[in-house]
């Protein structure tokens, strides 16, 4: 009995001394942690073999995982980045990547940190049911703000830095 409570225990210990570890993993010099939010249902991959494109820049074959998805409106840790010939991945889990259409990249910083604009800028409005931005009347004028996260179409859709409770503006 006394075996299977020790062994039970250092199990739960060895469980969260990993969980700990992921986390801070991907954690940046600034203390911000990179998620990815799922737009929708996302396929999962995984990466195989490199590919030899000859100028250095590597690429990596992905097949799919057919047993599992990723679900709708769900925040992921994230920390590395591959390619393929044909799309852009983020790791998601060991071995398990997530193609950049399916996404949107997510940062939030422990502390926020100061940004001074030169000129104003438009101020946009975060949808969270589509993830889409919506121009607001109401302009962020030039100074010194602080910036606590930011979102990152992969896309090609603009970037954007929170400056106020659901106020957002267009990075440059």
Do not use: C
């Not at 999962?44 to 250095?56: E, R």
């Not at 438009?122 to 979102?151: C, H, N, Q, R």
């Amino acid at each position: 009995m006394k075996n299977a409570i020790r062994v039970t225990i250092i199990a739960a210990l060895a469980f969260f001394s990993i969980s700990i570890f992921d986390f801070t993993s991907v954690r940046a010099a600034n203390g911000a942690v990179f998620t990815v939010h799922t737009l929708k249902n996302a396929n999962l991959y995984a990466k195989g073999q490199s590919i030899d494109n000859g100028l250095g820049d590597p690429k990596f074959n992905f097949t799919p995982v057919t047993n599992r998805q990723l679900a709708a409106n769900t925040d992921w840790y994230t920390d590395i980045t591959a390619d393929s010939n044909d799309s852009s991945y983020t790791r998601v889990a060991t071995n398990e990547w997530v193609k950049w259409s399916d996404i949107v990249f997510t940062n939030k910083a422990d502390t926020p940190y100061p940004v001074t604009t030169e000129k104003s800028y438009p101020i946009f409005k975060f949808d969270p049911e589509s993830y889409t931005m919506e121009k607001t009347s109401s302009v962020l004028p030039a100074g010194k703000w602080l910036v606590a996260s930011f979102m990152t179409f992969p896309d090609g859709t603009p970037s954007y830095n929170q400056v106020a409770t659901n106020e957002w503006v267009e990075v440059d």
